[in-house]
């Protein structure tokens, strides 16, 4: 029994020290509280004091309904950008008569930078791309100087590739000298000056092609036209129409009135021989052919001159 005293402190000891360590161990497992949780509740008894809804207090301050609401309940994810929230803050703390600055734990946390550079080279580390600060940074300006001196290069590398295809020129081609000048014309000017057609762009701009269009247009116009023959046969008779397209026309025993649309030359020939006025082309009397009576043609045959020099007296019907 006497050994078993000096045991009992050291015992106790032991015990103490493994319920301090489990007690610590404990309370670092507990989470902290958010700032946020304290404040929002805070801000709803203000809220509640004064007899508000959120849709009351959001009309008031014009701050949204979801931001009213993600501050009271702690909600930090749904809480608009700092820059934001910055100006929304003291807006409330106005309304409600808070203290300044009460609300300050709802914005997001700033990390703490060292210098106008950050702390380490901390733009190094988030340098993208997409954050690239021409004129305010050396990173930027760097990355600008290598974009210019790689388009310089890569033009005058295409440039050189035209000049060594003979489609750039980078002299200016000089005139002449005096000398060669005064040298007699070339075979070749002596040529365009015998066929001056080889040298279209020249003709069409004296206006050669034109007067040729047109002399074609002058004889186009000059062409017969359509016209129309009309027949008036008293009695049955045999007609032969034959023009030089290749149309052809033979009729037997017609008689009463025949009236065709067609177009010179033409010959026509009618038997039993007609009157002279039975015989119509656009509405006047067609003469027959000279010593042949019944034999028509269009156009008309020009009258050769007798004799004496006079022109024959057109035959009377």
């Not at 909600?75 to 600055?101: F, K, S």
Request: aromatic fraction near 4%; proline fraction near 11%.
């Amino acid at each position: 029994m006497p050994r078993l005293v000096p045991r009992l402190p050291r015992l106790g000891r032991l015990l103490g020290r493994s319920a301090g360590q489990r007690a610590g161990e404990n309370g670092a497992a507990m989470p902290q509280e958010d700032p946020l949780l304290a404040v929002g509740r805070r801000l709803r008894q203000e809220r509640e004091a004064r007899g508000l809804n959120l849709r009351q207090l959001a009309l008031e301050t014009r701050i949204s309904t979801p931001v009213l609401e993600a501050l009271e309940r702690g909600w930090r994810d749904r809480l608009p950008e700092g820059a934001y929230l910055r100006t929304m803050l003291p807006l409330i703390e106005q309304h409600l008569d808070l203290p300044a600055g009460s609300l300050d734990v709802a914005l997001p946390p700033q990390s703490p930078q060292h210098g106008p550079r950050g702390k380490g080279g901390g733009l190094l580390k988030r340098f993208t791309p997409g954050s690239i600060d021409v004129f305010s940074t050396w990173q930027g300006g760097l990355l600008y100087g290598g974009i210019c001196l790689g388009l310089i290069y890569a033009l005058n590398l295409q440039q050189r590739q035209l000049a060594a295809a003979n489609l750039l020129s980078l002299n200016p081609i000089a005139p002449l000298p005096a000398a060669e000048q005064r040298k007699p014309a070339a075979p070749g000017t002596t040529l365009l000056g015998a066929f001056p057609e080889l040298r279209p762009l020249q003709q069409a701009s004296r206006g050669v092609g034109r007067t040729a269009l047109n002399a074609l247009q002058q004889a186009g116009s000059e062409q017969p036209e359509l016209g129309v023959l009309e027949l008036n046969l008293s009695q049955a008779s045999t007609i032969n129409l034959r023009s030089d397209n290749g149309q052809r026309s033979q009729l037997t025993g017609s008689k009463g009135q025949l009236v065709w649309q067609l177009e010179p030359p033409l010959e026509l020939s009618i038997y039993p021989v007609p009157k002279a006025t039975d015989v119509l082309w656009n509405g006047a009397a067609l003469p027959p052919i000279s010593k042949q009576p019944g034999q028509y043609r269009l156009p008309l045959p020009k009258p050769t001159p007798n004799a004496g020099g006079a022109a024959p007296a057109p035959q009377t019907p």
